[in-house]
């Protein structure tokens, strides 16, 4: 049997992240039933599955990880978030709103709020969770690669990260700076 691929990941870079909040309009308008003028025209809100958070000065968008051991599936009681075609997914129907996956999501990832018009006349809010699900739905619809906060921000601070790719990468420029600081290592070595 072989090696099970790794969940991709959104990864941002703050060092290029403008604050812009691109990201932030293009999610929700990508989880919206239409665009962003429909929306605005009938009074709808449009809610994000990602945060621009500025911490220390730096601005960094936040969403959910794809955790591989994803706290969030543990603590639903209601299995309603899962680990399924190597993301983690929310099947909103099964999902009461309890709040748990918000309080042992480690990103702060995870929103319970409802949508809509509540049924039953007030009975219940059907507040249901909603995180980060890599754009699955837009990405049919559009036939888009990249979910739509990669599509639109505009310094390309925001990728979708396959992390097999990411460790060879990363590998490769660690050992790139190491032959560099040999080759210094050695010149001083003879210069001495």
Known sequence: MGKQRENEIIYADPEKCLGCHSCELSCAVAHSQGNLQSAVAGGLSLRSRNRVVMADGVMMPMQCRQCEDAPCVFACPTAAILQEDGQVKIHEKNCVGCKLCVMVCPFGAI?????????????????????????????????????????????????????????????????????????RLKFRKVKS
């Open 111 to 183: 929103s319970v709020a409802a949508e809509g018009e509540p049924d039953c006349k007030g009975r219940t809010n059907r507040g249901v969770a909603k995180k980060c699900d890599l754009c699955a739905d837009w990405k049919a619809r559009t036939g888009k690669a990249s979910p739509a906060c990669v599509e639109a921000c505009p310094t390309k601070a925001i990728s979708l990260v396959n992390m097999d790719a990411y460790r060879r990468a990363l590998l490769e420029a660690r050992a790139a700076e190491l032959a560099q600081s040999h080759k």
